[in-house]
């Protein structure tokens, strides 16, 4: 089935287009992905039009049941729009549903603020994914540091070996380049997240409506101010853009190193099974090609933002139809980063050091700026020390012998503190000790960079669990009225800023397995007050949260049981608790998001639609990158009698639809 109608302009130049002007002109190839956009806008504007009194009650229900039927059709693949832009196309299918609401759809609003509208809600999600898809690879990255402990290698500069430093600290120098892309991809995401609606064509419309209202509809928080600069405005795709090509550059720069790692040449890594090939003709070979095509696609990264900056810097303001080519590139893209990164943090996990290899780059060389600043400590200006220094190290490369195996006169006769006793002083651990503070190389400073990056990525409680010798603890913080109840052998009680830690160590496991979401540590202090942990024997072994949604609604979060402590009921004594805060606080609802719902049956929860919890849905479901392959069932529980009904009777129709995971997609594991 085909949805089409005349062109939208075709009153003004009835003939149409030549068919040759018609290939290069029609976008529909292209921007015909941002239907689920277009109907999102679709049943948000609608609501906006009712407000203004453009469309009536019924007629706004028709259109966004008219919207609901197009987005079935479209999903399943039984319809087909056609069309010259995905705009025209999902027009003409909404009035060949309802008729005359969908011909009242464009009151007020021009295909100019429409795009933009639209493209600023794909490049939402397209920062938003990116940043899920970075922090994947970094949780791969800090896993590696982790598992590496305390193996030292050589560190290069020129490919020539300079210094000792600890593998972790390798590992977590590319994580460093990528929490940078963090910050890029939320900045781009901040550029997008503003309403050009409204701006019409070129100069505003005479139409008044609640724009922020609107705003909060479609997921924006900011409001474009000038019309001219709304529709001609592409900064955000540029950014977005250019924060893909910096992550492409940081990508190469790492596939670059794990290609010579795994080289026999190096032999630090081999190259993993399952992420590498062979040859069509050398039977021996082991290439890691994932690496390399890494490496290779951070040259489209970069060209796709190279091309849309060449193609802005030579318009004039407002829209023109050059501005059509901008969602290519940046489509391209996002495809580019989701391909790239479902391959490259598993392929990071397989990888394996070869301790044998790394060790073998511990040559003596590797110590020459520690003998020169041992003589610094004796007084020698280091200009001094570096030439005596290299005055040895070319005398010994001369005889072909290590600094230390010339004999003891020909050293002195190049400087007298070259004794035995000096160079037998030198040593790798010795060398990474002096550099244990940040942010060098040493075990003091790798510990630290590594404790950040756990907390940061929700994988441990990171310098939260640290305790100075010096430090005073703090008197325990205990709420009014917040007694503590038995569960078992367990106290459930309120979270105190000293369960952090716990609480983090607990999730960190089940964020690792995909379960939960990651909470950094920083998040974790700033919602203690929601938190209640269960104790045992003086050690926290689970732990929920309350999250305030709305005023009429609440949601359980973070409910974790430490492994070793299921089967004790501790969950649904974390539950009751938190329900209990629920009604202290006179909520009317509490939700949860769960794939355990027989257990939140057992505590009188309910299963409901996720589309009827729009609060939810603005505000978390939209930023989730998980959102549409979400595998979670919403439930629900009224503390009063009736308020899912009401809710539901209140709720608006331009809530934004959740898809459903494949029925084929096998579910994460469950926490209990």
């Known amino acids: 089935?085909?949805?089409?109608?005349?062109?939208?302009?075709?009153?003004?130049?009835?003939?149409?287009?030549?068919?040759?002007?018609?290939?290069?002109?029609?976008?529909?190839?292209?921007?015909?992905?941002?239907?689920?956009?277009?109907?999102?806008?679709?049943?948000?504007?609608?609501?906006?039009?009712?407000?203004?009194?453009?469309?009536?009650?019924?007629?706004?229900?028709?259109?966004?049941?008219?919207?609901?039927?197009?987005?079935?059709?479209?999903?399943?693949?039984?319809?087909?729009?056609?069309?010259?832009?995905?705009?025209?196309?999902?027009?003409?299918?909404?009035?060949?549903?309802?008729?005359?609401?969908?011909?009242?759809?464009?009151?007020?609003?021009?295909?100019?603020?429409?795009?933009?509208?639209?493209?600023?809600?794909?490049?939402?999600?397209?920062?938003?994914?990116?940043l899920e898809d970075v922090r994947l690879l970094e949780r791969a990255l800090v896993a590696q540091a982790r598992a590496a402990g305390d193996l030292a290698c050589a560190a290069y500069t020129h490919l020539q070996p300079a210094q000792p430093i600890l593998l972790a600290h390798f590992w977590l120098a590319h994580v460093a380049a990528f929490e940078r892309d963090e910050e890029r991809f939320a900045a781009a995401r901040e550029a997008a997240d503003r309403l050009p609606l409204g701006a019409g064509a070129v100069a505003g419309t005479p139409l008044r409506y609640d724009r922020f209202a609107l705003a909060q509809r479609l997921g924006f928080t900011r409001l474009a101010a000038n019309s001219l600069d709304a529709v001609g405005d592409r900064d955000f795709a540029l950014e977005y853009l250019n924060a893909a090509a910096m992550l492409g550059v940081h990508v190469s720069r790492l596939a670059e190193d794990l290609v010579l790692a795994c080289s026999p040449g190096f032999g630090f890594f081999r190259a993993p099974d399952g992420f590498s090939t062979g040859s069509s003709l050398l039977p021996q070979k082991r290439n890691p090609d994932l690496f390399e095509l890494a490496r290779g696609k951070s040259a489209r990264l970069l060209a796709n933002a190279q091309r849309l900056a060449t193609l802005l810097k030579g318009l004039p303001s407002a829209y023109q139809k050059d501005l059509q080519e901008d969602k290519e590139a940046v489509f391209d893209s996002a495809a580019t980063v989701d391909a790239l990164f479902d391959a490259l943090a598993p392929a990071i996990e397989a990888l394996r050091p070869v301790p044998e290899k790394l060790a073998a780059t511990l040559t003596p060389d590797l110590l020459a700026v520690e003998l020169a600043d041992a003589l610094v400590e004796d007084g020698v200006p280091f200009r001094d020390a570096h030439q005596a220094v290299g005055r040895l190290w070319a005398a010994a490369e001369a005889a072909g012998a290590a600094p230390a195996e010339l004999p003891l006169e020909e050293r002195l006769a190049l400087y007298e503190g070259f004794t035995d006793a000096r160079l037998a002083a030198l040593s790798v651990e010795a060398a990474l000790a002096r550099r244990s503070h940040a942010p060098g190389a040493g075990p003091g400073s790798v510990a630290a960079q590594l404790a950040h990056a756990e907390a940061r990525l929700g994988l441990g409680p990171g310098e939260a669990a640290i305790v100075t010798a010096d430090e005073v603890p703090a008197a325990p913080y205990v709420p009014a009225g917040d007694a503590p109840r038995r569960a078992g052998q367990a106290t459930i009680r309120r979270a105190r800023i000293e369960d952090v830690p716990a609480i983090a160590a607990i999730m960190a496991d089940y964020v690792a397995q995909g379960v939960l979401l990651p909470r950094p540590v920083s998040e974790l202090f700033q919602c203690i007050r929601e938190f209640w942990v269960a104790e045992e024997n003086g050690a926290v072994i689970a732990t929920a949260a309350l999250r305030l949604l709305w005023r009429d609604l609440g949601e359980v979060r973070s409910l974790a049981v430490r492994p070793d402590s299921h089967g004790k009921g501790l969950g649904a004594a974390?539950?009751?608790?938190?329900?209990?805060?629920?009604?202290?606080?006179?909520?009317?609802?509490?939700?949860?998001?769960?794939?355990?719902?027989?257990?939140?049956?057992?505590?009188?929860?309910v299963v409901v639609p996720r589309e009827t919890l729009p609060r939810k849905v603005w505000t978390d479901c939209m930023k989730c990158p998980r959102r549409h392959a979400c595998d979670e069932v919403a439930v629900t529980l009224d503390l009063v009698p009736g308020a899912s009904e009401t809710a539901a009777k209140g709720a608006r129709a331009y809530t934004i639809p959740m898809p459903q995971a494949a029925p084929d997609e096998s579910g994460l594991p469950i926490v209990s």
């Open 574 to 605: 974390l539950v009751a608790a938190v329900v209990s805060d629920a009604r202290a606080l006179g909520l009317p609802r509490v939700i949860a998001l769960t794939r355990e719902v027989e257990f939140f049956e057992r505590s009188n929860f």
């Open 1 to 130: 089935m085909t949805d089409a109608r005349p062109a939208v302009w075709a009153g003004r130049l009835a003939a149409g287009l030549d068919l040759r002007a018609q290939r290069l002109n029609d976008s529909l190839p292209v921007d015909g992905v941002l239907w689920p956009e277009e109907l999102v806008l679709t049943r948000a504007y609608a609501e906006t039009l009712a407000e203004c009194g453009v469309l009536s009650g019924p007629e706004r229900d028709a259109l966004v049941a008219a919207a609901d039927d197009l987005g079935a059709g479209l999903a399943s693949g039984a319809v087909r729009l056609a069309g010259e832009d995905v705009h025209s196309a999902v027009e003409a299918a909404l009035e060949a549903r309802c008729g005359g609401p969908a011909r009242r759809l464009h009151t007020g609003r021009s295909r100019n603020d429409q795009v933009a509208t639209l493209f600023r809600m794909r490049v939402m999600a397209f920062c938003e994914q990116a």
